[in-house]
C-alpha cells in the first residue's frame, strides 16, 4: 500500500511540477480558452466547407488555406528568437481573434463563399505563424530550463483537456439557432481570453538569448541566414533530426481523418456530418486519458518505447476506421487513434525542446509547427484522393503508413539513443514532495508491455 501511495506521489509530482509557478498557472487556464476555441475550429470548418460545396476536395481546399500559411513557420520561429515574445503572442493571437470573428460576421450576413472563407482561413494560418513558435518559447522562459519539458508537455495537456468537448459542443452550436456564425464568434470571444491572459504575464526571457550571439549579431545575419542557422542546428544534431521527422510524420498521419470524416459520415454511415462531435468526444476522451498517463514518462528513458508503441496504434485505429460499418466500430477507432496522436505529439514536442539551447527555442518550435502546415497542405491532396478511390481506402493507406512510421522510428531510436540528451543546468535536480530526486523518477520501471521494447534497446530493467 505504501509503495502503491508512493507510486502515485511520484508520478503526480513529474506531471504536475509546472504547476508550483503561479504565472504558469495562469497561462495554462488562457491556454485551455483558445485552445478550446481552435479545436471547435477544426470541427466547424469542416462542416462549413462541405455543406458549402458537398466534396472532401473543398474541405482538403479550404485546410489547405490554413497549411499553406504554417509553412511559413520558421519566419515566425525567427520573430520568437529576435522580438519580445510575450506582444508578439499578443499581436498573433489577437489576430486570430479577430479572424474567427470576421468569419463568424460573413456567415450570418449570409456573405460566406468558398474562396472567401479561403482566404480568411490563409491569414488564421498567418497568426499561427507568428504566435505558435513564440508559445512555446515564451513558455520555457516563463517556468526556467528545469521545468522546460514539464511546462511543454502540461500546454500539450491543455490541448488534450479542451479536445474531448470542444468539438462536441461545436456540434451542439452549429445545430443551434446560433449556427456557424455565431459558432465562429464564441470561438472567436474565446481566442481574446487566451490574448488576455498573456498581456498579463511577465516577460522573464533572458538577455541576449535572440539567437546563436549577440542580438545585435541576429540582426545583422538577416531573417533568412537566421532559419538557415536554425537548420543547421537542427541537421547537426541526430536525436533532434529524429525526432522532427517522428513529430511530422504522426501529425501529418494522424489529423488526416478530421478531413475525410464529414463525407465517411454522409456516404458511409448514413448519419448527419455533424455527429462528428459525437466521434470527437471519445477521440478527446481517449487523448485525454493516456495523456494524464504518460504525462510524467515524457522526461523520463521510457519516453521513446511509450511513443513507439503508440504510433503503432494510430496504425491499428485508422484500419479499424477503415473497416467500420456502424457508427459504434467508428467511436471504437476513434478511440483508439485518439491515444496514438495525442501520445507521441505530446512526448515528443517535450523532447524536441528538452534537447534545444534556449536561443533555439523560436526556429526549432516553428519547424515542429510546420507540420501542422504539411499535413494541412496534403489535405487537399487527401480529399481528392478519397473523392477518387473512396474514404475507407485512404483510411487504410493511414494505417500502413502508422505501421511504417512505428518500425522505422523503432530503428532510428535504437540509432540514436545514446545521443538524446536534454539541454539542462548543471545544477542539481529538485527533489520532488515526497523525497524523491528527478533522477529516481527518471529511473523508475517501465509498465510491462514496455519491457520487451526497453531490453531490445539494451536498457536494464529493475526489479
Known amino acids: 500500500m505504501a509503495r502503491s501511495i508512493a507510486a502515485f506521489e511520484t508520478w503526480r509530482d513529474n506531471t504536475f511540477a509546472a504547476m508550483s509557478d503561479g504565472h504558469f498557472r495562469i497561462l495554462f487556464v488562457g491556454t485551455l480558452f483558445a485552445t478550446f476555441a481552435y479545436m471547435m475550429m477544426f470541427l466547424a470548418m469542416s462542416v462549413v466547407s462541405y455543406d458549402l460545396s458537398g466534396t472532401n476536395t473543398a474541405v482538403g481546399v479550404i485546410g489547405t488555406g490554413v497549411g499553406i500559411s504554417m509553412l511559413l513557420a520558421p519566419f515566425g520561429g525567427v520573430i520568437a528568437d529576435r522580438m519580445n515574445r510575450k506582444w508578439v503572442i499578443v499581436i498573433g493571437q489577437g489576430g486570430g481573434a479577430a479572424m474567427l470573428a470576421i468569419t463568424g460576421i460573413l456567415l450570418l450576413l449570409g456573405q460566406m463563399t468558398l474562396p472567401l472563407m479561403f482566404v480568411l482561413m490563409l491569414l488564421l494560418g498567418f497568426t499561427f505563424v507568428v504566435m505558435g513558435p513564440a508559445r512555446n518559447a515564451f513558455t520555457a522562459d516563463l517556468v526556467g530550463p528545469n521545468l522546460i519539458g514539464n511546462a511543454i508537455v502540461l500546454s500539450q495537456l491543455s490541448h488534450t483537456i479542451g479536445q474531448p468537448f470542444s468539438p462536441f459542443i461545436a456540434a451542439l452550436l452549429l445545430e ?15 481566442v481574446a481570453v487566451g490574448v488576455f491572459t498573456v498581456a498579463v504575464m511577465p516577460n522573464r526571457r533572458r538577455h541576449g538569448d535572440a539567437g546563436a550571439g549577440s542580438e545585435e549579431a541576429a540582426q545583422r545575419r538577416g531573417v533568412l541566414a537566421d532559419i538557415v542557422d536554425g537548420a543547421r542546428y537542427v541537421w547537426r544534431r541526430r536525436s533532434l533530426r529524429l525526432m522532427l521527422l517522428m513529430f511530422v510524420s504522426t501529425v501529418v498521419i494522424g489529423f488526416l481523418f478530421r478531413i475525410l470524416t464529414p463525407a465517411f459520415l454522409d456516404q ?58 456502424t457508427f459504434g466500430q467508428a467511436m471504437i477507432a476513434m478511440a483508439i487513434l485518439g491515444p496514438g496522436l495525442q501520445g507521441p505529439v505530446m512526448i515528443l514536442q517535450a523532447r524536441i525542446m528538452m534537447n534545444t539551447e534556449s536561443a533555439y527555442y523560436g526556429r526549432v518550435m516553428a519547424f515542429t509547427m510546420m507540420a501542422w502546415g ?61 523525497g524523491l530526486s528527478a533522477e529516481t523518477a527518471v529511473l523508475m520501471p517501465p509498465p510491462p508491455m514496455l519491457r520487451p521494447v526497453a531490453l531490445m534497446s539494451g536498457q536494464k530493467i529493475d526489479r
Do not use: C
Open 176 to 190: 443551434s439557432a446560433a449556427g456557424s456564425g455565431g459558432t465562429y464568434l464564441v470561438m472567436g470571444a474565446l
Open 374 to 434: 504539411v499535413q494541412m497542405v496534403f489535405a487537399g491532396p487527401a480529399g481528392v484522393l478519397a473523392d477518387a478511390i473512396g474514404e475507407r481506402e485512404v483510411f487504410a493507406i493511414m494505417g500502413v503508413a502508422g505501421f511504417a512510421v512505428a518500425v522505422l522510428g523503432t530503428f532510428g531510436w535504437l540509432a540514436i539513443r545514446k545521443d538524446d540528451h536534454p539541454v539542462l543546468p548543471s545544477a542539481p535536480a529538485p527533489a520532488t514532495a515526497n
Open 268 to 325: 458511409h454511415l448514413d448519419r448527419p456530418t455533424t455527429d462528428m462531435g459525437q466521434l470527437f468526444l471519445v477521440n478527446g476522451i481517449a487523448a485525454a486519458i493516456i495523456s494524464f498517463i504518460v504525462a510524467g514518462m515524457a522526461t523520463t528513458r521510457w519516453a521513446w518505447p511509450i511513443t513507439l508503441v503508440l504510433v503503432a496504434s494510430l496504425g491499428v485505429g485508422y484500419l479499424v476506421l477503415a473497416a467500420s460499418q
